[in-house]
């Protein structure tokens, strides 16, 4: 068994020849940008020659409310994707999207909604309410669903989703903080509900990180679909709060090494388990 697997990695290596099924690489992407640079911005070329080269192997492009559907028991085609972008960024607007509706290829952006609200003046500039309008209306397959409301932020180094905050120099109570998480979210579903038709129920961890107890509360408020940074494929029996995602917005990586990446995580989740 462990040497028939040697073969398999050598042959996707050399040729790239594996068609999984049963399967979906979810792909998360961050910021797209010319000029500016850090570890989650590609170019919009970068992004655009990503997606053709997946097209020219094989894979085949699904929507959320797919990928929704492969996860209560539906099918899915061969080498399914679901593209992913995270913190809704107008640069998804101005580059992501040209690049996705040129191509037919859908997507779910997860928006921090209070940046809705005045989007000029986050760190980087955020989509409005009218931007995600007009890519609701003008095509069917561009999702935007929750990554919270004003919790993608951090408090001495960890997420406010995962912490406890002091207030008036007094310790958050554990129901105090159940109310934060809940409010949170219920403010980040009513800020998207009204600005596309599609349901409001997944969401993306802020930076990934989450525990037992932020990812039933966010469950509670009606999110049914929660995506992670674990870097695997998401197969059916996964926990659907818990959603891998494959990491494809770090300007190193290459459309080739993308593939390759992608090959190994599904030979990783297809092979059985092997005692030495």
């Not at 007009?134 to 999702?143: H, P």
């Not at 406890?164 to 809940?182: A, D, F, K, T």
């Not at 966010?218 to 992670?228: C, D, K, L, V």
Request: proline share 5%; charged share 20%; aromatic share 10%.
């Amino acid at each position: 068994m462990i040497f028939a697997s040697f073969l398999l990695l050598f042959s996707v290596h050399k040729w790239g020849s594996y068609t999984y099924k049963d399967q979906v690489a979810v792909l998360a992407y961050h910021h797209l940008s010319h000029d500016e640079q850090s570890n989650v911005t590609i170019t919009p070329q970068l992004f655009r020659e990503q997606l053709s080269f997946l097209r020219q192997k094989g894979y085949e492009f699904i929507t959320l409310e797919q990928f929704k559907q492969f996860i209560d028991g539906a099918s899915v085609p061969k080498k399914a994707v679901l593209i992913t972008f995270d913190d809704g960024y107008e640069s998804f607007y101005t580059h992501g999207y040209p690049v996705l509706k040129e191509m037919g290829i859908p997507a779910v952006n997860f928006v921090v909604t209070k940046d809705l609200h005045d989007p000029k003046t986050s760190p980087l500039p955020s989509m409005s309410n009218e931007e995600i309008r007009q890519m609701a209306v003008e095509t069917d397959g561009i999702d935007f669903q929750c990554h919270s409301h004003d919790m993608h932020a951090k408090i001495n180094g960890n997420p406010l989703l995962t912490s406890l905050l002091h207030i008036n120099g007094n310790p958050e109570s554990p129901e105090e903080y159940r109310q934060r998480v809940l409010k949170d979210t219920n403010f980040c579903i009513s800020n998207l509900h009204g600005l596309h038709s599609e349901k409001v129920d997944a969401y993306a961890y802020p930076y990934g990180m989450y525990h037992q107890e932020a990812s039933e509360l966010i469950r509670q408020s009606g999110i049914e679909y929660a995506f992670t940074v674990v870097s695997r494929m998401a197969v059916r029996h996964d926990d659907r709060m818990q959603i891998p995602r494959i990491n494809a917005g770090n300007p190193s990586i290459t459309p080739e090494s993308l593939h390759q990446t992608i090959m190994r995580r599904a030979i990783a989740r297809k092979l059985p388990v092997t005692k030495l």
